[in-house]
């Protein structure tokens, strides 16, 4: 049975920070990999989507890279802002489903 | 290009009765999902639609059922409700073919609160 896991559940970082998010799952058998951002009470906004034969994906200050091997992810956040303060949620696709982590909880001060 | 659309946002029901959420898929896609959120919780897969089917189905109960309409909108209804189900319910919507590797979209959520 695929299980995600995410690390840290929270972080809190000062404005200007770069961080790193972590995802990992327990079956390397997926078809692709996705990073949601998700505001408190809404929905989720696709970040990035990585196939499983890809090792990254990059959009604007985000870079989300894949090991599949190992199954491991990670989200790189580069300069943070307080407008990326959001619960981020890393998924797995490996049939019809995507699998979710519990996320983490990121907090940016100013 | 319209993106994932649910209604109603937010909705209060009584323990026992029947609900129906609705979702308007995203232009172009022909595959729609439902996933359940409780609070604090990553989303939990419930069913998958595509060509008007049933494709994958997570662990929920039978009173959790849906329909898929020729324009890819969706319906999720649950019967007998139970408190256990005050969750945000979420729609996505994805273009299935031959590899399943296409994006997934969602919209902005459903909040329940049974009563």
């Known amino acids: 049975k695929q299980e995600v896991t995410q690390i840290p559940a929270a972080l809190s970082v000062p404005e200007g920070e770069n961080l790193v998010l972590n995802c990992s799952f327990t079956?390397?058998?997926?078809?692709?990999l996705q990073w949601f951002r998700q505001d408190p009470g809404k929905g989720l906004t696709s970040l990035l989507l990585?196939?499983?034969?890809?090792r990254e994906q990059t959009s604007g200050r985000l870079n989300a890279s894949l090991d599949k091997s190992s199954g491991r992810s990670t989200l790189y956040i580069a300069a943070s802002q307080p407008g990326d303060s959001a619960t981020y949620l890393c998924?797995?696709?490996?049939?019809?489903?995507?699998?979710f982590g519990k996320g983490t909880t990121l907090s940016v001060s100013s | 290009e319209t993106g994932v659309t649910q209604s109603p946002t937010h909705l209060i029901k009584t323990r026992g009765q029947q609900v129906t959420l609705r979702c308007s898929s995203q232009s172009g896609h022909n595959t729609v999902s439902w996933y359940q959120q409780a609070l604090g919780q990553g989303p939990q897969f419930i069913f998958q639609?595509?060509?008007?089917?049933?494709?994958g189905r997570g662990n929920f109960p039978p009173r959790f059922s849906g329909l898929q309409f020729p324009n890819y909108s969706s319906e999720l209804n649950v019967n007998a409700l139970e408190l256990d189900d005050s969750a945000l319910y979420l729609c996505?919507?994805?273009?299935?073919?031959?590899?399943?590797?296409?994006?997934?979209?969602f919209g902005q959520g459903t909040r329940l609160t049974v009563v």
């Open positions: 996505a919507s994805s273009l299935f073919g031959q590899v399943m590797n296409t994006e997934a979209f």
């Open positions: 990585i196939q499983s034969s890809q």
């Open positions: 079956d390397s058998a997926i078809y692709n």
């Open positions: 998924a797995v696709r490996a049939g019809t489903a995507l699998i």
């Open positions: 639609y595509y060509r008007e089917e049933e494709n």
